[in-house]
């Protein structure tokens, strides 16, 4: 499963666009890119899933460049109620026996600010 | 709402105890995953079971076993448990079929061990 590389933190201010850039430069070529997003004491969310170019769901954004070796989320006009940890995974989530199994790195902790 | 309940939302032991969390997911998917997330750290795999057979394994004891039973609801047990065994433990069903399905997660269940 290809590592992923993203920023331990970041800070915004309500209704700002914010960027959170993922780097996964051993990505293979079946597999998909996928954001979640977990607020404290719940279990992490889907919020977006792609392979290349763009991805728009009522939620999110997600540019996928041409080499796929990076991937960025966008969120547009965030609120208080985006403050969260935020992951991106890299890879084909079913294994050679079967297994959905998911790599996590640390995420990236996005802090809101009023 | 995601569909993935886990029982119980907390829970306290001491060490050398043994622990059982359950999971059952509303969609009946027959693919399970166990993951355990310790505090500041992305959730790591423990095992996955479908069609009640362990079919993938993370890098954790045999201490960790469970079970999937036939209405496709599950069990993670721990015996002999450690203080590091204190974590988020949570369950996971993808949300549908096929490869890159994206995984339905519960809220977990805390367990601290004292």
């Known amino acids: 499963l290809a590592k992923t590389t993203q920023p331990i933190s970041m800070d915004s201010y309500e209704g700002q666009e914010v960027n959170i850039t993922c780097s996964h430069n051993?990505?293979?070529?079946?597999?998909?890119i996928t954001w979640y997003q977990q607020f404290p004491s719940q279990g992490p969310r889907f919020i977006i899933q792609g392979y290349k170019t763009k991805v728009t769901n009522e939620v999110a954004s997600l540019f996928i460049p041409a080499d796929r070796k990076s991937s960025t989320l966008s969120l547009p006009r965030v609120s208080l109620s985006d403050t969260a940890v935020y992951y991106c995974?890299?890879?084909?989530?079913?294994?050679?026996?079967?297994?959905?199994?998911?790599?996590f790195g640390k995420g990236t902790k996005l802090s809101v600010i009023p | 709402e995601t569909g993935v309940t886990q029982s119980p939302t907390h829970l306290i032991k001491t060490r050398g105890q043994q622990v059982t969390l359950r999971c059952s997911s509303q969609?009946?998917?027959?693919?399970v995953s166990w993951y355990q997330q310790a505090l500041g750290q992305g959730p790591q795999f423990i095992f996955q079971y479908y069609r009640e057979e362990e079919n993938g394994r993370g890098n954790f004891p045999p201490r960790f076993s469970g079970l999937q039973f036939p209405n496709y609801s599950s069990e993670l047990n721990v015996n002999a448990l450690e203080l590091d065994d204190s974590a988020l433990y949570l369950c996971a069903s993808p949300k549908g079929y096929g490869s890159n399905q994206p995984q339905h997660f519960g809220d977990g269940t805390r367990l601290s061990i004292l």
């Open positions: 969609s009946g998917h027959n693919t």
């Open positions: 995974l890299v890879g084909p989530s079913v294994s050679g026996a079967g297994s959905y199994q998911l790599t």
């Open positions: 051993n990505i293979a070529t079946n597999d998909y």
